[in-house]
């Protein structure tokens, strides 16, 4: 299943936010934050409901942002790696013990679960993929097709290396 001659660095498969998940992803929540900051402005409550206000809407921001920047990099597998567009390694697949697809697997919308055999630190790319101790989600703005095309490109790595 998997290509004879692959160069170790060579993407094997690619997996990128389709753009209008992105539009109304990013766009909701920055929808959210100026209606709740404007509600905070226009009709001010109570001071302690009125600082709340701000800073959900504040968060909000910070949130479409932090999606915003995540969301605009692919992540890549290699034969050695599964990588971000940007260099960043979020594993190394001889870590990968498990690939969890399931209905009922905690895993992001239109993705996968990875296992690892050690843990890494906990990180959150919103829309794309988080990791946490020694398991990874993939997905969330991705398609479906890319997610699960990746998916059995790393089942198949990992029923080559051992041996099923």
Known sequence: M??????????????AASPGRRILGIGSLYILS????????????DIGWQVFLFVLGGGSIWIAEQMRRATAVRLELTMEALRDSDGDILTRVE??????????????SNGFL?????????????GLWWRMGSRIGVGGMTPGHQAK???EMIS???AQRTGD
């Open 95 to 108: 870590d990968i013990v498990a690939i969890d697809r399931g209905m009922f697997a905690f895993k992001p």
């Open 156 to 158: 198949a790595m990992i």
């Open 34 to 45: 100026l209606m709740v900051i404007y509600v905070a402005i226009v009709r001010p409550p």
């Open 149 to 151: 095309f990746m998916a």
């Open 2 to 15: 998997l290509p004879e001659n692959t160069e170790p660095d060579q993407v094997i498969a690619t997996i």
């Open 114 to 126: 990875l296992r690892l055999s050690r843990p890494g630190p906990r990180t959150w790319r919103p």
